[in-house]
């Protein structure tokens, strides 16, 4: 079954990387067009599987990375439509240059190929896949969990309807429905007609695919998030920012996980956040040294952090608090406990802004700016297939130039190496 997927797959890839970008939009804007038109049916094939997770007893935060709406539904097509409406990088051309035996040179991007993703619980990832793959001449097999099979039966069918009423072959896009385990197994040895592995979801997924995968793997989609506030922050600018880390949705990978606070401003500004979020619902997970400041507060509402409490990527209304007493501390606090995703500054002291940003080695580094624009959408990319956190061959949001390699263009006139 997997074999027969993949050629399919390959030849699928070598008709993509000759289309052109205006019968690639032109697919990509009648998968939106099919959305919009059958959104009624995704919705019911979404709420079985929302249905079946609450009977498993699946985490609320999870149910909400499975959940689709309306709004949901409507987000995700003009998404589609900003991929349409993006330069489309294949054949770009790059590094020009004249050798001086006369040799002219560029470097030209092309397609990486077949692309493998493994993702849980996230239903939107099929069409922003489904999108960026497209744009950039890749094909694309998609492995979707258990827990969201309905969904995704239901996007897959319209997007190779799509792709069919567009005049391309429908194997572009695969989903392979059957939830068996040993499947990714099989699929991380498919190196013959598989170029890049991407799996998303939790660390053990992670850690499984890097071992066992003869395929590159490019791993993304795990934050701990962290903020520092400065003793120079401003103070209700930084509690709203705060604010919006963790609670505007606090179950993606984006959302904060850990505050730290300079120890000049803790005594105002840690209940200040406390009271602030608590409203939303949060609750906390003081240090010490935070917990030292807050013998007022609800011990059902700030309770002490445990041992593994800083290494936990929350995904729900929790939050951990650090008082730090420099700034040099709290980069080495966040260089030891993040995962290297998305953390920042809230200051108004430019040297420890640039001290931060030159010494914090994450994907997305921010000055006094909510980790939640840490997204494709957000960054101007239209979508993304996954927030890589590692240093190859990208980094961040993974769109369209990062779905690319390149190859060596020389033009001659009939040279010879001497």
């Not at 409490?309 to 606090?333: M, N, P």
């Not at 809230?346 to 940003?357: C, I, K, R, S, W």
Request: glycine content about 6%.
């Amino acid at each position: 079954m997997l074999e027969t997927i993949a050629k399919q797959a390959r030849a699928a890839s070598k008709t993509l990387a000759r289309t052109s970008s205006e019968k690639k939009n032109e697919c990509i804007a009648k998968i939106a067009e099919l959305l919009d038109a059958n959104q009624k049916a995704v919705l019911e094939a979404n709420a079985k599987d929302i249905a079946a997770a609450k009977a498993n007893g699946m985490a609320e935060n999870l149910v909400d990375r499975l959940m689709l709406s309306q709004a949901r539904l409507n987000g995700i097509a003009a998404d589609l439509r900003s991929v349409v409406n993006l330069p489309d990088p294949i054949g770009e051309t790059f590094d020009v240059f004249d050798h001086p035996n006369g040799l002219k040179m560029h470097k030209q991007r092309v397609p990486l190929g077949v692309i493998a993703v493994i993702y849980e619980a996230r239903p939107n990832v099929t069409m922003d896949v489904a999108s960026l793959t497209l744009k950039t001449g890749n094909a694309v097999i998609l492995r979707g969990g258990k827990e969201t099979i309905h969904s995704n039966l239901a996007l897959v069918n319209i997007i190779q309807l799509g792709l069919k009423e567009s005049g391309l072959p429908a194997e572009s896009v695969q989903f392979i429905d059957n939830p068996d385990r040993k499947l990714v197994s099989e699929l991380l040895k498919m190196y013959e007609w598989i170029d890049m592995l991407i799996p998303r979801g939790g660390a053990g997924l992670h850690k499984y695919c890097r071992e066992n995968s003869s395929i590159p793997v490019i791993t993304g989609g795990i934050g701990i998030c962290h903020l520092y506030a400065d003793a120079s922050a401003k103070f209700d600018q930084s509690v709203a920012i705060v604010q919006n880390a963790k609670v505007q949705r606090p179950s993606v990978c984006n959302a904060l996980d850990t505050l730290l606070v300079h120890q000049a401003i803790a005594a105002e500004f840690l209940p200040a956040v406390i009271k602030r979020l608590s409203q939303n619902g949060v609750t906390f997970r003081a240090a010490p040294d935070a917990m030292q400041y807050l013998s007022d507060a609800d011990p059902a509402v700030v309770l002490p952090a445990e041992k593994d409490d800083f290494d936990t990527e929350w995904l729900s209304l929790v939050l951990g608090l650090k008082v730090v007493d420099t700034l040099d501390e709290a980069i080495d606090f966040i260089d030891e406990h993040s995962t290297h995703h998305s953390d920042g500054i809230l200051t108004d002291t430019e040297a420890n802004a640039n001290q931060f940003l030159a010494q914090m080695d994450s994907a997305a580094v921010y000055v006094n700016a909510s980790t939640r624009f840490t997204d494709g959408s957000q960054f101007g990319l239209g979508a993304e297939v996954a927030i890589s956190t590692q240093r190859l061959h990208a980094r961040g949001p993974m769109a369209l130039k990062e779905l690319t390699t390149y190859k060596w263009v020389i033009l001659g006139e009939y040279h010879v190496r001497p």
